[in-house]
């Protein structure tokens, strides 16, 4: 295994696992040269190899909820109490593909997870994709079972209108889910719509919290620990920040990285040029001060770009233009890091062989880097629950943002972000 003197996350994760495909295609290759006539054989000890793969390669797959399911996906029991069922409001038009794979995930969430569901949509167009979709029959239990409700709402935000909308489209599904958190009806709300005009609706209808300044949208990130994820805010809602919006950050993703992520004492880190603290812009070196003399978080001092995914932090807060770019660059990590591996694959028969073994681990790597894969990320700063999901989510990812919104609403995390409010200078 080759080790970098300065290695990332990401390179680690690529040497370990060329090592691996490499050290497979090798077994598998000797096998196929001295299996000959002996089929029999030549399958037995094939299934082996794979088998080989697949328990070198597993330590490698990410799950950035895995420690807020507290269970194993594979082996996940369906059984949920009724008695425990928090209310969820979802923006049923909200995403690219919008309302049905966004129903599906609803479906699958309420019978995985103990919420209910709120659906929020136009309810011809929300029928009709049920129909095409052949959900009729599962809408209809789980509204019978009293796990699901439909509740009809006025033209819908798109994805490129300008935030500012959800002032005119005062019946849209967005501002319809967010009014039935303001109201009680419902513990939190996710969207996978237009996440400006989502921001916008929180602060129009849910207020900022007092003392905050601007909300803040924080994504995990994996690390090299599969169980260790990093909170990195903002990624996207605030592109020109001041030094006290990032001090609000560090505070927020302190809360939220410690309530909800289960972190004693989580490590803030200030996503910077370099660990010195004289190095960085004005914004930095501002906030840095800032963080330093802050007794209610354990700052850690400056995080590098290549220390980001390397465990050593919790919490790394940065302005949203520098966030955004941020996430954007990891999920295209998943991609990228197959093509590597394929490419990296002995040619020939071996090769041939080796990719056979590891197609389903690499695909399942890809998609445990994808960020889009990984449900949403917690708008933190308003006075409410919200979960923005990536627009093309689909069911999977709609499972996944509907389990982080009741792990933030079981956790108790509004009332610890409350107590806030004395932080304004």
Known sequence: MIWYRRNA???????????????????AGSVVSSAGSVVSSAGSVVTSASSMAGSMLQPLVFDPLRRLQNVDTDNQSNEVSDQ?????????????????????????????????????????????????????????????????????????VGMNEEATVVRRKRDASINVAMNLVKEGKALAMYSAGNSGALMASAIFRLGRLTGIDRPAIGALFPTKDPGQPVLVLDVGANMDCKPNYLHQFALLGNIYSRD?????????????????????????????????????????????????????????????????????????????????????LPRGRRGKVGSA?????????????????????????????????????????????????????????????????????
């Not at 990401?10 to 295609?25: E, G, H, M, P, R």
């Not at 909200?94 to 136009?122: M, N, Q, S, T, Y």
């Not at 906030?287 to 400056?302: C, P, Q, V």
Request: one cysteine or more.
């Open 84 to 156: 425990e069922r928090l209310w969820v409001a979802v923006d049923g038009m909200g995403g690219d593909h919008a309302p049905g794979p966004i129903l599906e995930g609803c479906l699958k969430a309420v019978e995985r997870l103990p919420i209910k569901i709120k659906f929020v949509g136009e309810l011809e167009k929300v029928k009709e994709s049920a129909k095409s979709l052949g959900l009729t029959e599962l809408v209809d239990q789980a509204q019978k079972a009293g796990n699901l409700e439909l509740i009809g709402s006025g033209v819908s």
């Open 260 to 344: 909800v992520l289960q972190v004693n004492q989580p490590r803030i880190g200030l996503l910077n040029i370099g660990e010195e603290d004289c190095k960085g812009n004005d914004l930095s070196l501002q906030t840095y001060s800032l963080l330093k003399g802050e007794d209610r978080i354990h700052f850690a001092g400056n995080c590098e770009g290549r220390d980001v995914l390397s465990g050593n932090f919790d919490v790394v807060v940065c302005d949203g233009f520098t966030g955004n770019v941020l996430l954007k660059f990891l999920e295209s990590v998943g991609s990228v890091l197959l093509d590597v591996l394929r490419a990296e």
């Open 9 to 27: 996350a990401v390179t680690s994760l690529v040497d370990t696992a060329a090592n691996s495909a490499s050290a497979a295609s090798n077994v």
């Open 357 to 425: 073994f590891l197609r389903s681990n690499l695909k399942r790597i890809k998609k445990r880097l994808d960020h889009a894969e990984h449900g949403g990320a917690l708008l933190l700063g308003v006075n409410g629950i919200c979960v923005i999901g990536h627009g093309s989510s689909k069911s999977l990812s709609v499972v996944s943002a509907l389990r982080l919104a009741h792990s933030a609403a079981s956790h108790g995390v509004m009332e610890d972000l409350a107590k806030l409010k004395i932080i304004q200078q």
